[in-house]
């Protein structure tokens, strides 16, 4: 039995008032926790997805974990022949990297004509400059003129279909040391089946 029914009537309802008051108060702050917690989605899948910025002449993917930044950087540049950057007037495949005779070499873009290549990033992906100069400068292939042995191997896999893709002309033959022959390659007609 209750002592005194007034009482225990009135502390129930203080309770209820409260319960009421804080229900009030959950839904007036719930926008700016919703808010909250969208911003902390949005930057977590940002950070995890990284920069989308990709080189300009290979697609290298930038690896910059910084979530603001001006300077791109890749750990590894690929052969732009994959994506189909191609020499002038003979369209064959460039099977270099893009910082590989970034002092020497000259791109052409259209009618342009950047001298030396280095120019064009200067001009157009500045962006990309330290890295291809840091690159030039201290990168493992930096005086050859071919990409990495895992590249070769992959070009040899796909280059019928790129070369078809991108309306070039193969190169007559390769060195077969460094462009392995036996390396069977993708008929140029191949799709890639989605699942």
Not at 55 to 79: M, V
Not at 91 to 118: H, V
Not at 156 to 175: C, G, I, P
């Amino acid at each position: 039995e209750i002592g005194n029914p007034d009482q225990f009537i009135q502390a129930f309802r203080q309770i209820e008032s409260s319960q009421y008051e804080m229900e009030k108060q959950i839904d007036a702050l719930r926008p700016e926790f919703d808010d909250v917690a969208i911003e902390s989605c949005e930057t977590t899948i940002r950070t995890r997805l990284g920069c989308q910025i990709r080189c300009p002449n290979c697609g290298a993917k930038c690896d910059n974990p910084d979530l603001i930044h001006e300077n791109h950087r890749s750990t590894e540049h690929i052969a732009m022949a994959f994506k189909g950057v191609m020499y002038h007037n003979i369209n064959t495949p460039t099977l270099e990297l893009c910082y590989q005779q970034l002092q020497t070499s000259s791109f052409i873009l259209g009618s342009e004509t950047f001298t030396p290549r280095r120019k064009y990033y200067e001009d157009r992906a500045p962006g990309w400059l330290d890295d291809l100069d840091s690159k030039f400068q201290n990168g493992a292939l930096r005086s050859e003129s071919y990409p990495p042995p895992e590249q070769r191997r992959a070009w040899m896999a796909v280059r019928n279909v790129l070369v078809a893709h991108y309306k070039m002309t193969d190169h007559t033959s390769y060195n077969n040391d460094m462009y392995p022959s036996s390396i069977r390659s993708l008929p140029s007609e191949y799709t890639p089946k989605w699942k």
